[in-house]
C-alpha cells in the first residue's frame, strides 16, 4: 500500500521561502515520476511541479523560477524548495507518484502553505 506524507507548510510573508518534503512509501520509489500538486481556496487542484525518474524536471509558468522539485531517491524524498512566495501560492500542497501528468495513488493529508501580503 502506498503511503504519502507531507510536510513543511506553514505561514510566511510574501517574498518568504519554505521547503516542502514528501516521504513516500510502499512503491518503487526510484523508478517513479513525482509530482507536487496545490489546491488554493476555491480551486482545482493543479500540478506545479514533476520530476521524473531520471531527475528531468518541469513546472507550471506560475512558479518557474521560483519553486525547484527535487528528489532524494536513497530516502525515497521528494522536495519542493519555494523562494519568492506570493499570495496566490497559498493552499495545500499534495504530492503524488504520476503516470504522465496523472495522479496515480490516493492524496495524503497535505500541507497548508498560507502567505501573507
Known amino acids: 500500500q502506498v503511503q504519502l506524507v507531507e510536510s513543511g507548510g506553514g505561514l510566511v510573508q510574501a517574498g518568504g521561502s519554505l521547503r516542502l518534503s514528501c516521504a513516500a512509501s510502499?512503491?518503487?520509489?526510484?523508478?517513479?515520476?513525482m509530482g507536487w500538486y496545490r489546491q488554493a481556496p476555491g480551486k482545482q487542484r493543479e500540478l506545479v511541479a514533476r520530476?521524473?525518474?531520471?531527475?528531468?524536471?518541469n513546472y507550471a509558468d506560475s512558479v518557474t523560477g521560483r519553486f525547484t522539485i527535487s528528489r532524494d531517491n536513497a530516502k525515497n524524498m521528494v522536495y519542493l524548495q519555494m523562494n519568492s512566495l506570493k499570495p496566490e501560492d497559498t493552499g495545500v500542497y499534495y504530492c503524488?507518484?504520476?503516470?504522465?501528468?496523472?495522479?496515480?495513488?490516493?492524496w495524503g493529508q497535505g500541507t497548508q502553505v498560507t502567505v501573507s501580503s
Open positions: 503524488n507518484v504520476l503516470n504522465r501528468v496523472d495522479p496515480v495513488y490516493a
Open positions: 510502499g512503491t518503487i520509489f526510484r523508478f517513479n515520476t
Open positions: 520530476i521524473t525518474s531520471g531527475g528531468n524536471t
